[in-house]
């Protein structure tokens, strides 16, 4: 079982830059892969960033492709999604999840969810 809780989220203007965090607990972190998604009211959720257990593997999709960045910290149980050059269109609830496959872009692939955070950019 692994519990995710973010943080970091609020109110930037466009061109700014946030910095989400997920903090997973249990001593297993570094045997999952993690990801962050994001929705929209009205949208499906949708694929922002993945990252491996180790961490040397990344994977974006091209609405975030050289914005936005993923990282990890294996030994701080804690994932990171770095977000610069912010539009109004990434307004929406960021998730972080948890998958026991090596890296996944399908929200059906996760096995845990955080709560979300709520992302807003302002034009």
């Known amino acids: 079982q692994v519990q995710l809780v973010e943080s970091g989220g609020g109110l930037v203007q466009a061109g700014g830059s946030l910095r989400l965090s997920c903090a997973a607990s249990?001593?297993?972190?570094?045997?999952?892969?993690m990801g962050w998604f994001r929705q929209a009211p009205g949208k499906e959720r949708e694929f922002v960033a993945a990252?491996?257990?180790?961490?040397?593997?990344?994977s974006f999709p091209d609405s975030v492709k050289g914005r936005f960045t993923i990282s990890r910290d294996n030994a701080k149980n804690t994932v990171y999604l770095q977000m610069n050059s912010l539009k109004p269109e990434d307004t929406a609830v960021y998730y972080c999840?948890?998958?026991?496959?090596?890296?996944?872009?399908?929200?059906?692939?996760?096995?845990?969810w955080g709560q979300g955070t709520q992302v807003t950019v302002s034009s």
């Open positions: 249990g001593r297993t972190f570094c045997s999952y892969g």
């Open positions: 999840a948890a998958t026991r496959l090596f890296v996944a872009g399908s929200p059906r692939e996760y096995d845990y």
């Open positions: 990252i491996s257990r180790s961490g040397g593997s990344l």
